[in-house]
């Protein structure tokens, strides 16, 4: 009986030492995403984060989570040697976060992370180690490559960035042409977002190295979303990339790659943001695309569409921390007037890059079916 008593004590306690939300795995390791290097920051097992700064001068110093910091800042202590420390009070999501410090009230980046382009600056990375991780390894496959182009813009009176991702075999088959699909960052982020946080090559080359997809070309250029500022996307006009997109860069893409230049082999798709550039633009040209994509973009309605004949498929994702039922509802009424079209839910993820890498992934399969 006294042993039973001993037993049932100890499982009251650790269940009350791991739902007041304290670090009891003593594992943490560099992030995948650090300096080379670089000890820190460093995360462990079960989803913490811990800081390492050194500001032997600073009085107050203070880590931000999350886009623009929106998850709250862990407060850093100083140590003797300089050194401020301190780990995140509770476990974050899985996947990719952006973060800055804030040292005596100036915003810095952590010297030992790698710096990646959101919240309309270059902010550091963090990476906590997902259970589906696998999916955007770096792997022992065939690799496709990802490439810089300069195409230029009369509109804008300038030569504008798009980066180009083409798969394994498109170096090989010199006769073969591809479908394409043209993939939009979110506000505050830029043409880089998608392979650099997103890790969009990646699941590309995993998926069709498992013959999980037919190979595509992905195209993604700059949004034009960073010229409206945060709370003011009410005044964002959508003309001016359009024609940059439509006008510009998909005919240079078509005279400078071997595409496939039809509608019906051309697909368009956004995160965030480039979800509502997504959704309007299809809207106004349903000529130019014939599969839509809106990754916590938004939604369709099925009045929003002129010609129903010349959609193939629309795919609507989410994070289950987001607004899930709205995508659901949305898709089921779409079902319901005859569309094509899918829903997914992100489990234990937001607003944020894990949820856009998993949807992508659902995504990908889908395009460009017969």
Not at 72 to 94: I, Q, S
Not at 126 to 154: C, M, R
Not at 263 to 280: F, I, N, V
């Amino acid at each position: 009986m006294k042993q039973y008593l001993n037993v049932m004590l100890l499982v009251f306690f650790l269940s009350n030492y791991l739902c007041s939300g304290q670090i009891i795995v003593e594992d943490f390791k560099p992030s995948t995403v650090n300096q080379p290097g670089q000890e820190y920051p460093q995360v462990n097992s079960q989803g913490y984060a811990r800081f390492k700064i050194l500001a032997p001068e600073a009085q107050s110093v203070v880590v931000s989570l999350g886009l623009g910091g929106a998850k709250g800042g862990t407060v850093l202590t100083k140590g003797a040697n300089g050194f401020w420390t301190g780990t995140t009070a509770g476990v974050m999501d899985e996947g990719f976060h952006y973060y800055h410090v804030t040292v005596d009230g100036g915003v810095f980046n952590d010297p030992g992370a790698l710096n990646f382009y959101g919240s309309t600056r270059w902010e550091s990375g963090i990476e906590i180690p997902a259970y589906d991780q696998d999916f955007y390894a770096l792997k022992n496959v065939p690799h496709g490559t990802v490439q810089q182009i300069l195409f230029p813009s009369k509109s804008t009176n300038t030569s504008r960035r798009a980066y180009v991702y083409t798969p394994p075999s498109y170096s090989k088959e010199q006769s073969k042409r591809f479908p394409v699909l043209y993939l939009q960052h979110g506000w505050g982020e830029v043409e880089t977002a998608w392979s650099n946080q997103g890790r969009v090559n990646l699941i590309m080359d995993n998926l069709i190295a498992e013959g999980k997809i037919k190979p595509f070309i992905i195209v993604m250029t700059y949004g034009m979303t960073n010229e409206v500022k945060w709370g003011g996307m009410a005044s964002f006009k959508i003309e001016p990339f359009q024609t940059v997109l439509v006008d510009e860069l998909i005919p240079y893409v078509d005279s400078n790659f071997r595409t496939i230049n039809k509608q019906t082999h051309r697909a368009m798709g956004g995160l965030s943001m480039g979800g509502m550039e997504t959704k309007t633009i299809t809207i106004n040209k349903p000529e130019v695309f014939s599969h839509y994509a809106l990754l916590s973009g938004g939604t369709y309605k099925p009045e929003d569409i002129k010609d129903k004949s010349k959609v193939k498929l629309i795919f609507l994702s989410c994070g289950s921390k987001e607004r899930p039922e709205g995508v659901k509802n949305a898709v089921t009424s779409l079902k319901e007037s005859g569309y094509n079209a899918v829903s997914y839910v992100s489990e234990g993820t937001g607003h944020e890059f894990q949820t856009w890498r998993r949807s992508f992934k659902e995504l990908a399969p889908l395009l460009f079916k017969d």
